[in-house]
T-cell receptor, first 114, second 110 residues
Framework: GAVVSQHPSWVICKSGTSVKIECRSLDFQATTMFWYRQFPKQSLMLMATSNEGSKATYEQGVEKDKFLINHASLTLSTLTVTSAHPEDSSFYIC??????????FGDGTRLSIL | QKEVEQDPGPLSVPEGAIVSLNCTYS??????FMWYRQYSRKGPELLMYTYSSGNKEDGRFTAQVDKSSKYISLFIRDSQPSDSATYLC??????????FGTGTSLTVIP
């Protein structure tokens, strides 16, 4: 149980395009979803926390207009990287949790901006 | 001072060895403690989840929490090459905000 599906797993696109990443909890209701960024050989960097039906809470230094997060249902959250540039290239990972439960992670999305 | 401290390693052990991974923390209010395993280019996978103090065992894995010392450990018995990964500790006091260690890279040599 507690499976989180993240899609796509890898995306390559041109500079200036927008990219949408989906995160779904398959067998539980995710009252809270988290979005992380991870650089090579570094730990997870929390970008934002979203509760279903509410606006996301962004960490300091994360541009909310750049990284749009939508958590419209208890099983789906999306992260849209708007007007992506090469410096946005990274490994993005979502996680989801139900109340009083630990986080379960998706398999991540490798984003490469040319 | 960071909320959670974890030695990044790398740690190399021969197959069959007992591995000990550790984290220390500064916030005595932490109540939820987790260990995750992350393979290269994959998301972290939950291995162990402990509430409050004590030990928890699951197969070859044992998690220990010592709240008096603010110290948590993960032991891996009879380590296998497939255990080679980065291990992340994580903890929380609210159940909603989580603090992660930087991860320890482990290699088990056949």
């Amino acid at each position: 149980g507690a499976v989180v599906s993240q899609h796509p797993s890898w995306v390559i696109c041109k500079s200036g395009t927008s990219v949408k990443i989906e995160c779904r909890s398959l067998d539980f209701q995710a009252t809270t979803m988290f979005w992380y960024r991870q650089f090579p050989k570094q730990s997870l960097m929390l970008m934002a926390t979203s509760n279903e039906g509410s606006k996301a809470t962004y960490e300091q230094g994360v541009e909310k207009d750049k990284f749009l997060i939508n958590h419209a249902s208890l099983t789906l959250s999306t992260l849209t990287v708007t007007s992506a540039h090469p410096e946005d290239s990274s490994f993005y990972i979502c996680s989801a949790r139900d109340r009083n439960q630990p986080q379960h992670f998706g398999d991540g999305t490798r984003l490469s901006i040319l | 001072q960071k909320e959670v401290e974890q030695d990044p390693g790398p740690l190399s052990v021969p197959e069959g060895a007992i591995v000990s991974l550790n984290c220390t923390y500064s916030n005595s209010a932490f109540q939820y403690f987790m260990w995750y395993r992350q393979y290269s280019r994959k998301g972290p996978e939950l291995l162990m989840y402990t509430y409050s103090s004590g030990n928890k065992e699951d197969g070859r894995f044992t998690a220990q929490v010592d709240k008096s010392s603010k110290y948590i450990s993960l032991f891996i018995r009879d380590s296998q090459p497939s255990d080679s990964a980065t291990y992340l500790c994580a903890m929380s006091y609210t159940g909603n905000q989580f603090y992660f260690g930087t991860g320890t890279s482990l290699t088990v040599i056949p």
